[in-house]
DNA sequence: TTGACTTAATTCAAGAGTCGTACTAAACCT
DNA sequence: AGGTTTAGTACGACTCTTGAATTAAGTCAA
């Protein structure tokens, strides 16, 4: 409990409310300045001196057509632009590099996908560097600003957000990846690295399928297992950046051999190499390949759905324990889960259901991921924005 | 992704520096106002007038002996005064209802514990009304202000703060507790309820042994098992207010059977009868005179100290599962546990340290609360104190 | 077509805060 | 007794929000 918090002053009220401003755009969609007013509490000439801020920063833009509703003066709605200020997402996994880049009205300008450039190696820094740097010139040339990026990569992040501390699958260990990529980016592009389960969970909670809660859990679904946290709306980080590392809980079949030497790990039971032996096929190229496989197996195969049904019980237990300590509102699952949900969920949602501590305690929802392979680019993309809505930034 | 944030204005301003200064002369001590606006990093002028509020408020005193650092005019040091607002913690357990009245020093002006009335049964709310009444009564007599009241209890509170929703040993479903006792004391004192667990943990993070780490884990040990989790120097409390509920969590022994019903929770292998089963001893009055009986035992006798370690054994799987989700920097355990940390403690150390996720990962600290059987009430009443160091709260 | 009405947006002065500078206060040192 | 040094205060400049007054821009009805 030591001191905790800096002196605040009054240019701090104008961010607050200038962030509140934009909170209340992307929540309820363009408005005119007293509809802003209104959602957000503040008096109309506050709200018009920030609006005309932020039209100078280019954040906002005038809607041409002027709403009216019947009698009276007709107002002049804003709204958000996608015009300048893009946030920037990067993912790095085992056999790509992507970049998302999101502009403030929460569409996506830019997607772009660079499989690995020697097959069987993960990526280099300097993959995800080239990269991100064409893609930030080529957004700038356009008059867009790239106001920060951040990096989703499947392995520990440091708690200070920018050092790399263990990605086995990356051979990673310690880099301080922020800032070779600030270093590369040259001008103003604060930059930092989250988990890629992290960014997920907030991608998800951004644009996908956990936008009604502010308390959910996500689940990857790959050859490990992890967790990103939401609470409050916020993620939860842990003491050193490392909550979420669920795939090495000793949860479920005690007897089964995890990759990581020991016995009896989560991620043995319910991960991607697990679901294969238990259902005997071979993996494909991509898991998500390999998961469509399976489920084009299981629409058959009476056997296979039965073997998935297991799975399912497994990772209920897991999600079982997981919702006794967090008691999240909903629960996502991503990656290998999503195609074989239909065979998956019940059984894991019938163990949920059993294992609930109380029966006052509301079930959490099993929800499988709409966003896709690249979720995690998409909320690293969010979180490069987060500082924007938070009124953090100055524009 | 609601709206979330409320207009702000400079009087924010100048209740968050408030609570600057507060929290700056908490973590600190006695400071002269220079030494403060060093401390804060405000302006010279601005504690000078924050310290004259705090000072009419009765929150801060002139300390009478100037104190000279040598050359130069000497300090008059301001300090946080126990005389005048006071924070009044309230704890309810299956045998007894407790108070502590805490002041902003830090200092516990006043303990008071009464037994249930008629033995065997929980006690009634009238009895915590009463105590409540009584001990917030004699405060005021005494010209204390009692800013807040927030109860401790062993059970699911909702998210409101202010409901019970399920207490199954005190039979209490759904009490609109915090309105009753709001009543009872008809002037202003907002009162809130929190499970006991965060309470503790709270404790353990202002007072105890968890006052160095922002991100710890308290484990209370009973008949039931709870826990406490702080993320950030804030309670994590889940989408309804049941986060922490890791009793029942399926870890353990699969085949003990649990008092809810289930098998395999962890409780059935960490709880209090779990442990006197395996030990063979009976139970006494209390759980802490149950432990001391059975540390008592343990010494002499090596197949108690080895059960113990089996025990341990079962501990360690369950924090280890947790560690592995939340990352705290130190978990404590507290009720049953602390007399016989000596025999339990090595062996639940040894497995989170084997079940580590990664070797990059710190090994979280396992601590023995130092508290004693006011933890949970010492915690409630530092609740009730919150809003006063966040500034929040208009004194 | 014109004037009343209604609602949107801006202007303006008042109030609340912080901050840096200048100034006063209170000790010690020589 | 006067100089030096540090603590604390007074004051004007600046920032920000707010409510009231004012201006702007439509609809509606006669």
Request: charged share 15%; with cysteine; hydrophobic share 45%.
């Amino acid at each position: 409990m030591s001191l905790t918090g800096v002196p605040t002053g009054t240019e701090y009220v104008r961010r607050q409310n200038t962030g509140l401003v934009l909170r209340a755009l992307r929540a309820h969609g363009p408005a005119t300045r007293t509809e802003l007013a209104r959602r957000t509490g503040l008096a109309k000439a506050t709200v018009g001196t920030i609006v005309a801020e932020l039209e100078a920063a280019r954040a906002v833009t005038q809607d041409d057509d002027s709403v009216s509703s019947g009698r009276g003066r007709p107002g002049r709605p804003v709204a958000l632009t996608g015009e300048s200020i893009l946030g920037l997402g990067l993912e790095v996994n085992v056999d790509y590099v992507a970049a998302v880049a999101l502009d403030l009205g929460g569409n996506v300008r830019v997607v772009e996908t660079r499989p690995v450039a020697t097959a069987g190696t993960p990526p280099s820094t300097e993959e995800l560097i080239e990269l991100a740097t064409d893609v930030r010139t080529a957004l700038m040339a356009d008059g867009h600003t790239v106001v920060g990026a951040t990096v989703a990569v499947p392995g520990l992040v440091a708690h200070d957000n920018r050092t790399v501390s263990w990605a086995p699958n990356l051979g990673w260990d310690g880099r301080h990846l922020a800032a070779e990529l600030e270093e590369a980016f040259g001008a103003d592009c604060p930059t930092t690295i989250d988990n890629d389960a992290n960014c997920a969970a907030l991608a998800e909670a951004a644009h996908g399928v956990t936008t009604d809660v502010s308390h959910s859990l996500y689940i990857t679904g790959t050859i490990g297992i992890g967790a990103g946290i939401v609470q409050d709306g916020r993620l939860v980080r842990g003491g050193a950046g490392f909550a979420g590392e669920v795939g090495h809980m000793p949860i479920g079949n005690p007897s089964r051999v995890c990759g990581c030497g020991r016995m009896g790990c989560w991620e043995a039971s319910v991960g991607l190499r697990a679901m294969l032996s238990t259902v005997g096929i071979d993996e494909e190229d991509t898991p998500l390949q390999t998961a469509l496989a399976v489920a084009d197996l299981a629409a058959r195969d009476a056997s296979t759905r039965a073997a998935l049904a297991t799975l399912g019980h497994e990772l209920g237990t897991g999600l079982a324990t997981l919702a006794a300590v967090l008691d999240p509102a909903a629960i996502v699952l991503g990656g290998y889960f999503v195609p074989l949900g239909a065979y998956v969920v019940p059984a894991a949602g019938q163990v949920l259901a059993e294992r609930l501590p109380s029966a006052s305690i509301h079930l959490p929802q099993i929800r499988l991921s709409s966003l896709g392979i690249h979720a995690a680019a998409l909320g690293a993309a969010e979180d490069a924005l987060a500082d924007v809505y938070a009124g953090t930034l100055a524009l």
